[in-house]
């Protein structure tokens, strides 16, 4: 007879294993330490699993889902890029504002001169912003410091909201996010930096979990981002990419030949680049805010993504320039509205898939036995209306390793 330490009646699952949300009615969660034991119908449970239960809550026939996860943020910088947007509004592009020394080199300054401590309150009140919304994982990346000390100052904060926040937290080390003003013209001297200086202190201090790059023409190319995989790789680390975001730069085959955990924006992504993923099982992450707030009207190729079987998840990809946006909901909704997105798939997108792209997929994403016991539970009518509103944030109950959060 299983004995489970809690248990969830009166529920109705959306576990986002299976078609069609994996909808399990009248259904109920056994839990047994941080982990699901048990999911399934309620009548199914059996009276002595009843009486032998050690604490049960009752859900009211809400909907649960998994914790929601946010797989690609920019969480800790200083300053804003609020001068930009108004630039952008006036029709100078992104590629032009980043010629005239703004975009990331804007933000890396800002970021060099605040303090840790100053970082960690303005980042720990983004990261509130996650949690109210049922986020329980999230990744936060550096990027905005392009020096030793900087990088490790952001990764030191990231390490500090892991450790004091409930969330899992992944950190990310993107120091080939953009060359720093010390290094114009000399992106090779940069690269050699990065592998033989800094990547080495980072692995030293245990300060990130995965490496990423930014492959652009306004970057660095697909040779110089595979010398820093060829370094991450031969550390331990996994790797991730920004890549196709303005132009194709083949980043993506560059990425599956790493066995990349995610591609990510990939507007301008071709069928080869496709191709290549689905074969690597890399995960394409999508970022809606982005085009957002871009006004990009190139359109990532979902229906090919589709056709070839790649798991899609999308993020805020918050960030002080390109997508100052602070809630998940919102952009499974813009997945909807400006990339015809079913609400399924955008559920899928920040579950299952987004745990895919993280890595993660084996603990976290969907709710099935043996999987860490991460759920919200939801004052909703259906699944769907998760991605239905803007605004709304109709959690009720917040779950994380078997126990209530918030």
């Known amino acids: 007879m299983e004995v489970f330490d809690e248990l969830w009646l009166d529920v109705n699952i959306a576990t986002m294993s299976g078609e069609n949300y994996g909808v399990i009615p009248a259904g109920a969660i056994g839990i047994s330490g941080e982990k699901i034991s048990w999911v399934g119908r309620q009548k199914d449970l059996g009276k002595k699993a009843l009486n032998s239960v050690k604490k049960i809550h009752r859900g009211n026939n809400f909907w649960v889902t998994p914790g929601l996860i946010e797989c690609h943020t920019h969480l800790v910088y200083g300053g804003n890029r609020v001068c930009e947007f108004e630039m952008r509004q006036k029709g100078v592009s992104y590629a032009q504002i980043s010629k005239m020394g703004g975009g990331i080199n804007a933000t890396v300054q800002s970021t060099r001169g605040t303090s840790e401590d100053g970082l960690f309150l303005s980042a720990r009140e983004r990261l509130s912003g996650f949690l109210k919304e049922g986020v329980t994982t999230i990744e936060i990346k550096s990027g905005y410091g392009l020096d030793m000390q900087t990088e490790l100052k952001m990764l030191r904060v990231a390490t500090r909201l892991q450790r004091q926040s409930y969330a899992t937290i992944q950190r990310t080390y993107l120091g080939a996010h953009a060359v720093p003003p010390e290094y114009k013209g ?27 790059a930014f492959c652009e023409n306004i970057a660095f190319n697909t040779d110089q981002v595979e010398r820093l995989f060829l370094k991450a790789k031969k550390l331990g680390y996994p790797v991730k990419l920004h890549a196709e975001q303005l132009s194709d730069q083949k980043g993506a085959i560059l990425a599956a030949k790493y066995q990349a955990l995610s591609v990510d924006h990939l507007e301008y992504l071709q069928e080869d680049g496709i191709k290549a993923i689905a074969k690597s099982g890399t995960i394409a992450v999508l970022l809606p805010g982005a085009s957002y707030y871009l006004n990009e009207t190139k359109k990532p190729p979902l229906e090919l993504l589709k056709n070839y079987k790649v798991p899609v998840a999308i993020s805020t990809d918050l960030n002080p320039g390109t997508s100052p946006i602070n809630s998940l909901l919102a952009v499974m909704n813009m997945a909807c509205v400006l990339w015809k997105f079913t609400p399924v798939d955008a559920l899928l997108g920040v579950t299952a898939n987004s745990a895919k792209a993280l890595g993660l997929g084996s603990a976290v994403g969907t709710i099935e036995t043996g999987k860490k016991a991460d759920f919200v539970v939801w004052d909703i009518s259906q699944p769907a209306e998760l991605s239905y509103g803007i605004g709304l944030s109709p959690h009720k109950i917040v779950v994380k390793n078997g126990k209530i959060i918030q």
Do not use: H
């Open 186 to 212: 000399r992106a090779d001297e940069y690269i050699d930096f990065l592998c033989n200086e800094v990547l080495p202190e980072i692995k030293k201090e245990e300060l990130a979990d995965t490496v990423d």
